[in-house]
């Protein structure tokens, strides 16, 4: 791909949420999160377009004319909405994406319903997004198509005879080939992920799971990778196509959360945040409401802490914040009542009149705000059970400007290959190890936090958001170095099915 491509990025969101306010007033909010700042300067340089669902479903009475207020508004880029239908969003998002695919690739095969009606409608919704890509995408633009919900786009543009360079970003971990296994799909999902000239992959794990996937579940008569071209990008010569396969973990806009951070009003809201108890450590959790999180396990660990630390009461508070998600399943109505539940039994147990030792919070806070209670907090808290990056703990290493804090991180999250060094791993499922790991960054000496906080913030501020973009970009468009024939192995296959 060359600098004067431009770019059409599709995602199953566009960067910002339309809707009605209270009053029946139509709303727009631009997206915040780090998809979006680093592709917004790409494509306002590159005159490109963004295509995603905007928000409100097609029965929704909108103002026609406010997309077009939105593109002036935004941005400089161009955005193409593909609309859908209440029924199209239950049975394509609701259904195959979060009931099928999500729980699938994050280890939780007990929540997947795999049910025929979903499938279909996942590959007429991935068609109605690639119709609408078709309609704008001109011969040399580069198409890069995001995560899970969208997985089939590429396979439909190529039916469509599009002969564009296509490249597809995986933001949730690819599972192991036994997990991979039990989807019906599984090779439909394969192929069409082959339609794409370059494939990225969160982890090196990731990678190698989804090259264990198509050997043992394709079995194709000889796949051929890889040199690496770059770090972490192979390719593979597959039924006469060349493919590349890269590790691009996903970052933040390190200079922007460290800016905020910095400024003298982000440090007085912290200051205030902490007025009410001078002499108590925060240790903070922050996570969309998802049973991937560890939320419960956190719980559990601090629970456990509590009644083998006594010393420690009223010297810690555990702030957990849960973003609402995803309330339409089952599922995250469950968790989030047990939640609630423990949080309390907590609070009950061990809480006195001048001591809360949880403070729950379910809702979406502003940025700024979010950004001083990183500030205020002494130790970051993350216990995935599973998740691709994880941008929490990230967000807090460049916000923690005095280089203090401590991170106490799941060995299941992407992020823990970058981080390994220089936080607290845990194993979430070990609830006393945790429990331990709190003791021990509640403990640990100035000069080893000062000592490890640096080492990671220095690498969230070269590896950040930016650097993931290029990476990705630059290996999209590197020249072909060579192809070498590797031993498929000798793995379980799976079946061919029908
Ligand atoms: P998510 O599962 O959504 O993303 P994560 O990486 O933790 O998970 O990002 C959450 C984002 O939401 C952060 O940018 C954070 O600032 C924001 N957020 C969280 N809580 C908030 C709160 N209370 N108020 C305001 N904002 C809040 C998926 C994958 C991840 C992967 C990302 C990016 O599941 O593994 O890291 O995509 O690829």
């Given at each position: 791909m060359g600098k004067n491509n431009t770019i059409v990025i599709v995602s199953n969101r566009l960067p910002f949420i339309l809707g009605k306010n209270k009053n029946g007033k139509t709303e727009v909010k631009k997206g915040a999160g780090g998809l979006v700042t680093a592709m917004a300067p790409v494509l306002k340089n590159r005159k490109g377009t963004w295509v995603g669902w905007p928000g409100y479903v097609e029965e929704t009475d909108i103002d026609d004319n406010l997309l077009a207020a939105v593109e002036s508004e935004a941005t400089g880029y161009?955005?193409?909405?593909?609309?859908?239908?209440?029924?199209?969003?239950?049975?394509?998002?609701?259904?195959?994406?979060?009931?099928?695919?999500?729980?699938?690739?994050?280890?939780?095969?007990?929540?997947?319903?795999?049910?025929?009606d979903y499938w279909q409608s996942y590959k007429k919704v991935n068609r109605k997004f690639a119709s609408s890509v078709a309609q704008i995408a001109r011969p040399s633009d580069f198409?890069?198509?995001?995560?899970?919900?969208?997985?089939?786009?590429?396979?439909?543009?190529?039916?469509?005879?599009?002969?564009?360079?296509?490249?597809?970003?995986?933001?949730?971990?690819?599972?192991?080939?036994?997990?991979?296994?039990?989807?019906?799909?599984?090779?439909?999902?394969?192929?069409?992920?082959?339609?794409?000239?370059?494939?990225?992959?969160?982890?090196?794990?990731?990678?190698?799971?989804?090259?264990?996937?198509?050997?043992?579940?394709?079995?194709?008569?000889?796949?051929?990778?890889?040199?690496?071209?770059?770090?972490?990008?192979?390719?593979?010569?597959?039924?006469?196509k060349r493919i590349r396969i890269g590790v691009f973990p996903i970052s933040i806009d390190f200079n922007e959360f460290f800016l905020t951070a910095r400024e003298s009003k982000t440090q007085q809201r912290a200051v205030e945040m902490r007025k009410s108890r001078p002499e108590t450590m925060i240790i903070l959790g922050v996570d969309r409401l998802d049973y991937t999180k560890g939320i419960l396990e956190k719980l559990q660990a601090f629970r456990l802490f509590l009644t083998l630390f006594p010393t420690a009461h009223k010297k810690?508070?555990?702030?957990?914040?849960?973003?609402?998600?995803?309330?339409?399943?089952?599922?995250?109505?469950?968790?989030?009542?047990?939640?609630?539940?423990?949080?309390?039994?907590?609070?009950?147990?061990?809480?006195?009149?001048?001591?809360?030792?949880?403070?729950?919070m379910f809702r979406s806070l502003e940025r700024n705000?979010?950004?001083?209670?990183?500030?205020?907090?002494?130790?970051?808290?993350?216990?995935?059970?599973?998740?691709?990056?994880?941008?929490?703990?990230?967000?807090?290493?460049?916000?923690?400007?005095?280089?203090?804090?401590?991170?106490?991180?799941?060995?299941?999250?992407?992020?823990?290959?970058?981080?390994?060094?220089?936080?607290?791993?845990?194993?979430p499922h070990d609830i006393e190890g945790t429990a331990r790991a709190i003791y021990r960054a509640m403990n640990m000496p100035v000069e080893e936090r000062k000592r490890r906080m640096h080492n990671l913030r220095?690498?969230?501020?070269?590896?950040?958001?930016?650097?993931?973009?290029?990476?990705?970009?630059?290996?999209?468009?590197?020249?072909?170095?060579?192809?070498?024939?590797?031993?498929?192995?000798?793995?379980?296959?799976f079946g061919t099915g029908v």
């Amino acid at each position: 791909m060359g600098k004067n491509n431009t770019i059409v990025i599709v995602s199953n969101r566009l960067p910002f949420i339309l809707g009605k306010n209270k009053n029946g007033k139509t709303e727009v909010k631009k997206g915040a999160g780090g998809l979006v700042t680093a592709m917004a300067p790409v494509l306002k340089n590159r005159k490109g377009t963004w295509v995603g669902w905007p928000g409100y479903v097609e029965e929704t009475d909108i103002d026609d004319n406010l997309l077009a207020a939105v593109e002036s508004e935004a941005t400089g880029y161009r955005v193409q909405p593909v609309m859908l239908s209440a029924e199209e969003l239950k049975m394509y998002y609701e259904g195959f994406s979060n009931s099928i695919i999500w729980p699938l690739f994050h280890d939780s095969t007990d929540k997947c319903v795999f049910l025929p009606d979903y499938w279909q409608s996942y590959k007429k919704v991935n068609r109605k997004f690639a119709s609408s890509v078709a309609q704008i995408a001109r011969p040399s633009d580069f198409l890069w198509v995001h995560d899970y919900q969208l997985i089939l786009v590429g396979e439909h543009l190529r039916k469509m005879s599009l002969k564009n360079r296509i490249g597809f970003f995986l933001h949730i971990p690819f599972p192991p080939v036994d997990t991979f296994a039990r989807c019906p799909w599984r090779k439909e999902i394969l192929s069409a992920m082959l339609e794409y000239d370059i494939l990225g992959f969160q982890t090196a794990q990731d990678k190698h799971n989804f090259f264990e996937c198509l050997k043992q579940i394709l079995h194709p008569p000889r796949i051929d990778p890889k040199v690496e071209l770059a770090k972490g990008v192979s390719e593979l010569f597959f039924a006469g196509k060349r493919i590349r396969i890269g590790v691009f973990p996903i970052s933040i806009d390190f200079n922007e959360f460290f800016l905020t951070a910095r400024e003298s009003k982000t440090q007085q809201r912290a200051v205030e945040m902490r007025k009410s108890r001078p002499e108590t450590m925060i240790i903070l959790g922050v996570d969309r409401l998802d049973y991937t999180k560890g939320i419960l396990e956190k719980l559990q660990a601090f629970r456990l802490f509590l009644t083998l630390f006594p010393t420690a009461h009223k010297k810690i508070h555990f702030i957990q914040l849960v973003v609402p998600s995803r309330r339409e399943i089952t599922a995250y109505v469950e968790l989030k009542y047990r939640i609630e539940q423990l949080v309390g039994e907590i609070n009950g147990k061990f809480g006195l009149h001048d001591w809360l030792p949880v403070q729950y919070m379910f809702r979406s806070l502003e940025r700024n705000e979010l950004i001083s209670l990183y500030r205020a907090s002494e130790i970051a808290f993350v216990a995935s059970l599973k998740d691709g990056m994880n941008l929490i703990c990230k967000e807090y290493c460049a916000c923690n400007v005095d280089e203090q804090g401590v991170l106490i991180l799941s060995e299941f999250t992407g992020a823990a290959d970058q981080f390994k060094r220089d936080a607290i791993l845990i194993n979430p499922h070990d609830i006393e190890g945790t429990a331990r790991a709190i003791y021990r960054a509640m403990n640990m000496p100035v000069e080893e936090r000062k000592r490890r906080m640096h080492n990671l913030r220095t690498i969230v501020a070269s590896k950040d958001v930016f650097w993931w973009v290029n990476g990705f970009f630059d290996a999209a468009s590197k020249k072909i170095l060579s192809c070498v024939e590797i031993d498929p192995g000798q793995g379980k296959v799976f079946g061919t099915g029908v």
